[in-house]
């Protein structure tokens, strides 16, 4: 796949200055709100690939504040669609990325506008992360920053996820800090492995946020610090059962018994039965559960792991967006997953999904053959639940 550098560079003058004047006018707002400050990150090369870890709906901001330097950002094709696509395509220069699809194309467009000579942001784990812990991170990243020519640049933020938790409903007041880890040269790049880049983009990425307040002693206070939790928290540790959790203010329950409150740190403090002390605990042994009982859950297909009412669901497909159902229910097995609404039941089996992911809290994605599925909740239930089953059920890897 090959683009005119022409139609690369086309209007990249004009968005520089849009970011100058964004930087100046908005960037202080923007930075007080998020209680955000940085150290000096002056970046050399003239090209570069910036890749950061995700934690904030404004990271790409925040990045271009912190480095003071234009870049073309990776960023959901929602919104390089509509009259806000308008705005995103032609005054910020958007690389749009399917959610749910194969990234193909937009790695073809990074690579061109890096070898045009416009520098690329973006944020490898693909999402924000669920529990304050840097998601996984492909290792066809390391070989794209390799390829590419560019210099790579590594970008760290810390205190964002408990300045808001992805799951949160409310924000939180409490630091959120940036630092630029490393910048590799073309040359460096060129004399090391695509492994020995993949190691190094994990570990200049790699944040623990309870680890990291623990060394800070930062706080984080606010309202209902518990509530939303449920999106993110799908598997009950007492009991085992998947999407029973609850929240209401700063506790968070099971039907089981049990209980602990949320507290100003984004620890829990343990009332009765929660086995961990933070959500990264948690999230890591509900993904372990999954792994080690999937060949149990792959023969439950006479009734659903998982099932949910109260989907908005939107088909793209053959040049086409069509709005399927307002309130469609979504059931997934242990060999398919279900789409019911108005008397009509699409199943898919886990072999014809290609792609699946998850934006936001309440949004999730996935494709299969030509069509691509956006599903909307109108509920506050777990999406990320319906990932871990498709990842696991299809034999994909799940850290």
């Not at 560079?9 to 998020?34: D, E, H, N, S």
């Not at 794209?144 to 409310?170: I, M």
């Amino acid at each position: 796949m090959s683009y005119d550098t022409s139609n690369i560079i086309k209007g990249v003058g004009f968005q520089k200055g849009v970011y100058a004047f964004c930087r100046a006018t908005i960037g202080p707002f923007v930075t007080k709100a998020l209680h955000f400050s940085c150290k000096s990150s002056e970046i050399r090369s003239k090209t570069f690939l910036a890749l950061g870890n995700h934690t904030q709906n404004l990271d790409p901001a925040l990045l271009v504040i912190a480095t003071k330097r234009h870049m073309r950002f990776v960023a959901n094709a929602a919104i390089t669609k509509g009259f806000v696509g308008l705005i995103m395509n032609n005054f910020f220069g958007v690389i749009p990325r399917e959610k749910g699809a194969k990234g193909d194309e937009a790695v073809a467009l990074i690579e061109a506008n890096l070898k045009a000579g416009v520098s690329v942001g973006m944020f490898p784990e693909g999402n924000r992360c669920w529990d304050g812990a840097t998601e996984f991170i492909s290792p066809k990243t390391a070989r794209l920053a390799k390829e590419s020519g560019a210099a790579l640049v590594t970008y760290r933020f810390t205190g964002g996820y408990l300045l808001r938790p992805r799951w949160a409903k409310y924000k939180r007041r409490g630091p959120m800090r940036g630092e630029l880890v490393h910048e590799y040269t073309p040359e460096e790049l060129a004399g090391m492995t695509a492994d020995e880049v993949y190691a190094a983009i994990c570990r200049d990425l790699k944040v623990n946020a309870f680890e990291e307040q623990s060394k800070t002693g930062d706080l984080y206070p606010g309202k209902n610090l518990a509530e939303g939790l449920q999106y993110a928290a799908y598997l009950c540790p007492a009991c085992h059962k998947i999407g029973t959790i609850r929240t209401s203010g700063d506790y968070v329950s099971c039907s089981c018994g049990l209980q602990a409150r949320y507290t100003e740190t984004g620890r829990f403090d343990r009332i009765d039965r929660m086995p961990f002390e933070d959500f990264a605990q948690w999230n890591a042994w509900q993904k372990n559960w999954m792994h080690e009982n999937c060949e149990e859950l792959k023969k439950q297909t006479d009734r659903p792991i998982a099932s949910d009412t109260g989907f908005r669901v939107t088909v793209t497909g053959g040049g086409s967006r069509t709005r399927l159902a307002e309130n469609a229910a979504v059931s997934i097995f242990g060999d398919r997953l279900e789409i019911a609404y108005d008397g009509c039941v699409i199943k898919y089996g886990m072999d014809e999904i290609s792609g699946f992911g998850t934006a936001l809290s309440s949004s999730m994605y996935f494709t299969c053959k030509d069509a691509h599925y956006q599903l909307v909740s109108t509920q506050t239930v777990s999406l990320l639940k319906y990932y871990a089953l498709w990842r696991c059920l299809s034999g994909r890897l799940y850290l």
